[in-house]
C-alpha cells in the first residue's frame, strides 16, 4: 500500500502487518510471554495439585468396595475426630503466638541495626547466619540444646533455674518449638524489613529532631507508618510459611506428647503415610488452605482499615 504525499513529490511506503500478527505487538504479548513459564509452573505446581486434592477428598478408598464418591463425608469425619480437632486448636494457637512474636522481633532487629552503632553490622551478621542453616540441620542442632543436659538447661543453671523437660512436656513443647521457628526465622524476616527502613528519607528524621521529637516518637510516627507495605508483606508471608512447618515437627517431637505440637501440616503426613488414608489426607490438605486463604485475607482486612 502506497501513500502519494500532496506537493512534496514523495511517497511514503508503509509496511504490511498481517492481521494474524497483530497481537504479538505491544507490551502485553511480550510480558505475557516472559511469564509464562511461571504461569505453566503455577498451574503444573500448585493450582493442579490444589484441584487433585479437591476432587481426591470427595472419594473414600477401601480394599472391599473400592472407590466410592462420599461428598463431603470425609470433611465430616474428620470435625467429629478428636485427634483432628486437636490439631486445628494447636495449629490456631500456634500460628497466634507464633506470627506477632516472629514480626515483632523481626521490626525491633530491624530497627536496632539500622542505627549506627559500633558493632551492628555483626551483630546482623550473627541474626541472619541461621538462615543459610536448613530447616532439618537447626532442628537436629536444637535437640541438642533441649536434651536433659544440654546447652539450653546449662544456660539456665546459670542464673538458678531448674532443669526444664522442654520437648517433653506437653505445656513446653509448643513454645520450645516456637523459640526454634523464631531463630530460624527471624533474621529471614529482619532483611526485608531492614530495606523498608532504608527506604524511608533521612530527611523525615533531621526534621523530626529539629522538631525536638524523641526516638520513640519517631519510631512511631515516622518508621512505622513508613515501612507498613513490607511489614504487611513480612506478616502475610509469615502466616504462610508457619502454616506450611513440618521438619522440626517431624525430627523433635513428631506431634508430641500427647499432641501438644501435632500441627495440621504433620497430621497430614501422619494419616497420608503412617494411617494411609489419602482421602482424608486431601480433605485435611483443602481444611489447612481454607484456614490459611481466611487468616490472610483476615489480616489483609485490618492492615487495610488501618491504613
Known sequence: MTIHARGAGAAVRRPRTRGGLR????????????????????????????????????FRTSLLSGTTFVGFGNYADLFANPDFQNSLAVTLLFTVLVNPLQVAAAFFLAVLF???????????????????????????????????????????????IPPQPFLTSPDQALMSIIVLLSWIGVGYWMMFLIAGINDIPGEYYEAASLDGASAWRQLWQITFP????????????????????????????????????????????????TFADINKAQAEVVILVLVTVAIVAIQFRMLRTES
Do not use: E
Open 23 to 58: 497481537f504479538l505487538t505491544g507490551p502485553a504479548p511480550v510480558a505475557l510471554i516472559f511469564l509464562l513459564p511461571a504461569l505453566i509452573a503455577l498451574l503444573v505446581l500448585r493450582l493442579a495439585p490444589a484441584g487433585v486434592a479437591l476432587y481426591d477428598s470427595l
Open 226 to 273: 513508613l515501612v507498613r507495605r513490607p511489614l504487611a508483606f513480612v506478616l502475610v508471608a509469615d502466616t504462610v510459611s508457619n502454616f506450611l512447618i513440618f521438619a522440626p515437627i517431624q525430627i523433635l517431637s513428631k506431634g508430641g506428647p500427647n499432641g501438644s505440637t501435632n500441627l495440621l501440616m504433620y497430621d497430614i503426613y501422619t494419616r497420608a503415610y
Open 114 to 160: 539500622t542505627r549506627r552503632a559500633a558493632g551492628s553490622r555483626f551483630w546482623r551478621s550473627m541474626v541472619i547466619v541461621p538462615i543459610a542453616v536448613p530447616p532439618a540441620v537447626s532442628a537436629v542442632i536444637w535437640s541438642v540444646i533441649y536434651r536433659p543436659d544440654g546447652l539450653g538447661n546449662a544456660f539456665l543453671a546459670v542464673f538458678g
